[in-house]
Nanobody
Framework: QVQLVESGGGLVQAGGSLRLSCAAP????????MGWYRQAPGKQRELVARISSGGSTTYADSVKGRFTISKDNAKNTMYLQMNSLKPEDTGNYYC?????????WGRGTQVTVSS
């Protein structure tokens, strides 16, 4: 089992910023694609952003220009910088890593944006 540990969630006012972090085991971190998903109450889980092992990134249209995904291979940590947050960004944010056609999930960190 792969252990992913998210942190950095919290309560923030609309227009504010948060940075989420995801720590992964070093032996797998740099060699695999990773991502952030979120799930709002009563809604399906959705992709927020992904980063390939080579550093290529993709974003959901709803967060383009506001969120930035990145990773630090030396620290085995992936980040999601979230700026200009909106109430609709509220949800539980999950870190993922893809290994040999299997996606592993963290337990999530809650982000709440108040209006």
């Amino acid at each position: 089992q792969v252990q992913l540990v998210e942190s950095g969630g919290g309560l923030v006012q609309a227009g504010g910023s948060l940075r989420l972090s995801c720590a992964a085991p070093g032996r797998i971190f740099s060699a695999n694609a990773m991502g952030w998903y979120r799930q709002a109450p009563g809604k399906q889980r959705e992709l927020v952003a992904r980063i390939s092992s080579g550093g290529s990134t993709t974003y959901a249209d709803s967060v383009k220009g506001r969120f930035t995904i990145s990773k630090d291979n030396a620290k085995n940590t992936m980040y999601l910088q979230m700026n200009s947050l909106k109430p609709e960004d509220t949800g539980n944010y999950y870190c993922t890593i893809d290994i040999l056609m299997t996606t592993y999930w963290g337990r999530g960190t809650q982000v709440t944006v108040s209006s």
